[in-house]
């Protein structure tokens, strides 16, 4: 199992709400990447950073926004949620030296807006 | 355009025999190919990497092959068992250790 998590694993929440997901890993990664993912379709990247203070938008176009202010903290923001937004929200992790190609993913988080 | 094509029906097999994934893909010039599998709820966790100059990897009951010029990558689970029951993500890699995923082949295997 990898060490990185997601919070929350689960969250409904209503139009226009301000909502923060929050990822975490403790391996020491320069490189994260958020995804995401609906049903049966694959991953989509939206955001990735090589490093504190890098970050870059991913190939599918997305209003959520990321910070990199910490080497084990990497969150998505989303400023006002809309029904559109509704997917699974995934967050991986490379190493700088060794297995840089490999990518560790966490639980994702599943959001669902009303 | 970049396409990723994975097999688009489900795979349903016996237990014991050999599940075979196909992952073809267009307008791309990999690096190296990966195999990840993912659970229902879970996220996907990585099994094997193939680079380009390579032809054959295994990986105790797992054997993936990488043709760059057919453009495609066949995934081999041998002896399968039940446990290996879930979908499988075929992922290409490109400049910057980015990553660029097909939709997946489920498979169950039967008891």
């Known amino acids: 199992e990898a060490d990185i998590y997601q919070t929350p694993r689960y969250l409904v929440i209503g139009t226009g709400k301000k909502i923060t997901l929050e990822c975490s890993q403790t391996m020491g990664h320069d490189k994260m990447y958020w995804y995401q993912q609906d049903p049966g379709m694959e991953l989509h990247l939206i955001h990735y950073?090589?490093?504190?203070?890098?970050?870059e938008k991913g190939d599918l176009s997305s209003e959520s926004t990321v910070s990199r202010i910490r080497t084990e903290h990497f969150p998505l923001t989303l400023e006002s949620a809309r029904p559109s937004h509704t997917s699974q929200y995934l967050c991986?992790?490379?190493?700088?030296?060794?297995?840089?190609?490999?990518?560790?993913f966490g639980p994702g988080t599943r959001l669902l807006v009303l | 355009s970049q396409k990723i094509e994975q097999n688009s029906e489900a795979l349903n097999i016996q237990e014991g025999k050999t599940a075979t994934l196909t992952c073809n893909y267009t307008n791309y010039s990999p690096a190296y190919l990966q195999w990840y599998r993912q659970d229902p709820g879970r996220g996907p966790v990585f099994l094997l990497l193939?680079?380009?100059?390579?032809k054959e990897k295994r990986k105790e009951r797992l054997k993936v092959t990488f043709d760059t010029t057919l453009k495609q990558s066949l995934f081999h689970i041998t002896a399968s068992q039940p446990a290996d029951s879930a979908t499988y993500l075929c992922a290409l890699g490109t400049y910057g250790y980015k990553l660029s995923f097909g939709a997946g082949t489920t498979v169950t295997v039967r008891a």
């Open positions: 950073s090589y490093g504190v203070n890098s970050t």
């Open positions: 193939i680079r380009e100059n390579e």
């Open positions: 991986a992790s490379s190493p700088r030296f060794g297995f840089q190609e490999t990518q560790y």
